[in-house]
């Protein structure tokens, strides 16, 4: 495996994670070990509770785990760091910086010239469809456009890694399709290693080229699956249905352990 | 527009009921006084100049002590919130003191500075620091973590984050308080020119009392509200124009 | 400061320290602050900088309190403050409360008393004070009838505003539900209001507070404010600072208190932690 590909692989390894909640320890993953390949897409799948947003925070260098360790590129991971970018659910942008800004913000930060900056910034911006809304401030965007304009920002800073934490769950039914569809044609062009968590079926099975389903709390690896679509995929094809099957067949599984 | 209007009501009725009272002697006239006797005393005392002069020395008062004030709150404030420590040191001790009326420890800025100039600016700054540092404090601490990860995760060293991400993040909270504590001088300012003072709009205040001219109590509490709300009305423009843009439309 | 691990977890407040632990802090801290005071006034009097009056030592103040308070002067004055400021606020609160509540449901009573309050609001009741001493005279019902001055506009303020904000779709919902007019008023826009009119409660009290010491500084023979001035003709520190503390305490009291009723009347609010 060449360097770049190195780079952006991550290795789970054994990792448990338990919080202290004044004296009680709460286990929220439970010796979670799995690798992502360089260039991949991989879903964490699960029901709530299941600890899949723990994880990512790990990978994120947000929290430490409990035990265990995550290595990229094959260097352990002890903070957040611009190699793995984020895309958070409730965006997260700079309310005091404009989409412009926001998106040069990494640049800006790496010591990258001001013209070099906005060259970068311009790119992406062009890339998610927001060229025209540059100068306005995140109070002015609707849901979706703040969502693209943070896309755009964890791309801009060209990451290895992108984790995504249910960064389409905030919004309505057709701009979520439509920012999946996103997703899938700027994944066809930047070959980042993703790791997206969400809760839909509907949307793994769309985005991923592998599928974690975790269990109920406190959280395990239950089964991984391996989606073989060809792209764009199509929501209604007999392919697409059958894996929605059996992936909702076993996360059911772990829902009803939860409500037992 | 409505404002005009309420304002124009208020002085009808004012002027009907003192000048009413002046006819049918209810209450003693002199205590009544009439809008005609309060913009005379006004405009006498802006004619021979004392009018501007005791504006003036309240408001050098209150600048003064403001900007002390304001310059230690933003100091200890920032200590406080990225130094984990002072945080637990300071907090508890700033509880105690806050409950305590800051007018209650006018008499002893008087003894300890004695009853010049600087007694009143040292009282100012007293009075205003402790909102403003707690202000200043709750609006750095209160940075949303979110934010932090997100600079983080693009690369953010920890003086990139305190630069970039938690002083403008802070900003609105940080101004809000600025403009809370000079409201707070304005406040007081009168209280500590009643007691000990030889100039300043509360003295003149309090020698419409002295000498038994309600008139000049009147004209002088007038100004003084107005003064004070149309610094507040600045403020809160100067205000709106450094948060430009975050609020959503 | 925090390293950026640490930053990106907890934010800039860090972690929760355990109960236990976080309240020794507190009281460590507090004690720390008492130590330092007492060294400065010791030093003070060893190193002869100024007259040791001006920094009188923590345990001096204490020593004035308890004399006062043993020999019966105290509470005196304790009495004579707490009185003129539950009178007033009293006073106050119960016409801002009447007031308000009309205000805040009749669009007439709102014009007509709007107008008045708007002008009166920009002054500092402070400066009003020599008015009332000029009308009422240097007594009793002068600094009453001040507090009740005072405390009156934030109690009507939140008030009339609490009325006011109370949520449309609640009223709705009532209506539909066959609520008339009084029984709207009483089961749907006092209780939706009330958490808003105890906030403007808890103010009104701290303002009490906060401007009585200035009334008795003027023509007073009892109180704390008497007790703080008082003490300015023949330096005594010890019994200044002593009272303001008292003062400082009476206000958080009352402050509980309101806090407390609010409690027991908003139980809805807050359900309790499992």
Not at chain 1, 25 to 48: F, I, R, T
Request: charge should be positive.
């Amino acid at each position: 495996m060449n360097r770049a590909g190195e780079r952006a692989r991550v290795q789970v390894e054994g990792v448990h994670k338990s919080f202290d909640l004044d004296g009680r320890a709460m286990p929220a993953l439970l010796d979670v070990s799995l690798e992502v390949h360089a260039g991949e897409l991989l879903c964490l799948l699960g029901p709530s509770g299941c600890g899949k947003s723990t994880l990512l925070n790990i990978v994120a260098g947000f929290m430490p785990p409990t035990r265990g360790r995550v290595l990229v590129g094959g260097a352990p991971v002890t903070g957040p760091g611009p190699e793995r970018g984020v895309v958070f659910q409730e965006y997260v942008l700079f309310p005091w910086l404009t989409v412009a800004q926001n998106v040069e913000f990494g640049p800006r930060l790496m010591g990258t010239p001001a013209a070099g900056c906005r060259e970068i910034a311009a790119r992406y911006l062009e890339m998610v469809g927001l060229t025209a809304h540059a100068s306005k401030f995140p109070a002015q965007l609707s849901g979706g456009m703040k969502q693209r304009v943070a896309i755009a920002r964890a791309l801009a800073n060209d990451p290895a890694i992108v984790l995504m934490d249910e960064p389409f769950g905030a919004l309505d039914a057709q701009t979520r399709e439509v920012m999946q569809e996103e997703l899938s044609r700027i994944q066809r062009v930047e070959h980042k290693t993703i790791v997206f968590v969400t809760h839909s079926i509907r949307e793994a099975v769309y985005l991923a080229d592998r599928v974690v389903v975790m269990t109920s709390p406190p959280g395990r690896v239950k089964e991984v699956f391996t989606i073989k679509l060809p792209e764009p995929r199509d929501r209604f094809a007999l392919e697409f249905t059958q894996y929605e099957r059996e992936i909702t067949r076993l996360v059911k599984e772990e829902v009803m352990k939860v409500h037992e | 527009m409505t404002r005009a209007l309420g304002l124009g009501a208020v002085l009808i009725v004012w002027a009907a009921v003192s000048y009413g009272n002046r006819t049918l002697e209810l209450v003693p006239p002199v205590l009544l006084p009439t809008p005609g006797e309060v913009a005379t005393v006004g405009v006498a005392l802006a004619l021979d100049g004392s009018l501007a002069r005791n504006v003036l020395v309240s408001a050098g008062r209150i600048a003064a002590g403001f900007a002390l004030a304001a310059a230690a709150a933003l100091a200890l404030g920032l200590a406080v919130a990225l130094y984990t420590p002072a945080r637990l040191a300071v907090e508890p001790v700033v509880e105690l003191v806050r409950p305590i009326p800051p007018l209650a420890f006018l008499p002893m800025f008087l003894v300890w500075f004695g009853l010049g100039e600087t007694s009143k600016v040292a009282f100012i700054a007293y009075t205003t620091f402790f909102p403003m540092f707690v202000g200043i404090a709750a609006s750095l601490l209160r940075v949303d973590v979110m934010l932090l990860r997100a600079a983080a995760s693009l690369g953010a060293t920890r003086w990139a984050l305190l630069r970039r991400v938690v002083l403008p993040a802070a900003l609105p909270g940080i101004v809000v308080a600025l403009r809370l504590g000079f409201g707070l001088a304005i406040f007081v300012i009168v209280g500590a020119e009643f007691i000990a003072a030889d100039a300043g709009l509360g003295n003149l205040i309090m020698e419409g009392r002295v000498f038994f001219n309600p008139a000049q109590i009147v004209m002088g509490a007038l100004l003084l509200g107005f003064l004070g709300a149309l610094v507040n009305t600045l403020l809160v423009a100067f205000e709106r124009r450094a948060v430009r843009g975050r609020a959503p439309r | 400061m925090s390293t950026v691990a640490d930053l990106v977890q907890w934010g800039l407040r860090g972690a929760a320290l355990p109960s236990a632990r976080a309240l020794a802090l507190r009281v460590g801290a507090v004690l720390a602050f008492l130590a330092l005071w007492s060294l400065a006034s010791g030093l003070v009097v060893l190193l002869e900088l100024f007259n040791p009056i001006f920094l009188a030592g923590p345990w001096l103040v204490l020593g004035k309190l308890l004399q006062l308070a043993l020999n019966g002067q105290l509470w005196g004055h304790v009495g004579a403050t707490l009185g003129r400021v539950a009178v007033g606020f009293t006073t106050g609160a119960l016409l801002a409360l009447a007031l308000g509540l009309l205000a805040g449901q009749l669009r007439p009573v709102r014009n007509l008393v709007e107008p008045i309050v708007e002008v009166l609001r920009p002054i500092p009741p402070l400066a009003m004070l020599p008015l009332f001493i000029v009308w009422v005279g240097i007594g009793e019902t002068s600094k009453i009838a001040f507090i009740t001055y005072a405390t009156f506009f934030p109690v009507f303020l939140t008030t009339v505003h609490a009325v006011q904000q109370v949520d449309p779709l609640l009223l709705r919902a009532a209506r539909s539900l066959g609520a008339r007019r009084a029984q709207l008023f009483l089961r749907v826009v006092l209780p939706a209001a009330l958490p808003e009119i105890l906030t403007g409660i808890r103010l009104g009290v701290a303002l009490g507070f906060f401007v009585i010491v200035i009334s008795e500084f003027i023509g007073a023979e009892q109180g704390l404010g008497y007790l703080i001035n008082d003490g300015r003709n023949f330096f005594l520190v010890p019994q200044m600072l002593g009272a303001a503390i008292v003062l400082g305490l009476l206000g958080y009291a009352g402050n509980a208190l309101v806090m407390l009723l609010g409690r027991r009347w908003l139980r809805w609010e807050r359900p309790s932690a499992s």
